[in-house]
């Protein structure tokens, strides 16, 4: 009913930039948080930044001050422009919708996108 679709994602020198997208379609009614999470191998899936409806954002530190999250509510979609990165960055990022509202429905219904990878390295 839901689908995350991530883009953006390639191979990116040291101090370079790159800007992920996601956007989510289906029949929703509205999306509370939305967040990008990323896992690098043999490691953790991570939380990387948060912004809820609102607007309010927080940051993992290791990001914090590279990476700006941003979302349009009305088209669904959320970006996350990475700045300065690092290759401890490597790893699948990934797009989650928290809660997302169907219309008709009472309930929040958590999805999840595909992953796009970034790879970091000169």
């Known amino acids: 009913q839901v689908q995350l679709v991530e883009s953006g994602g390639g191979l990116v020198q040291p101090r370079g930039s790159l800007r992920l997208s996601c956007a989510a379609s289906?029949?929703?009614?509205?999306?509370?948080?939305m967040n990008w999470y990323r896992q690098a191998p043999g490691k953790q899936r991570e939380l990387v930044a948060t912004?809820?409806?609102?607007?309010?954002?927080n940051y993992a530190g290791f990001v914090r001050g590279r990476f700006t999250i941003s979302r349009d509510n009305a088209k669904n979609t959320v970006t996350l422009q990475m700045n300065s990165l690092r290759p401890e960055d490597t790893a699948v990022y990934y797009c989650?919708?928290?809660?997302?509202?169907?219309?008709?429905?009472?309930?929040?219904?958590?999805?999840w996108g595909q992953g796009t990878q970034v790879t970091v390295s000169s």
């Open positions: 989650n919708a928290a809660g997302v509202r169907l219309y008709g429905a009472s309930y929040d219904i958590p999805y």
């Open positions: 289906g029949s929703i009614f509205r999306i509370n948080t």
């Open positions: 912004m809820t409806l609102g607007g309010s954002t």
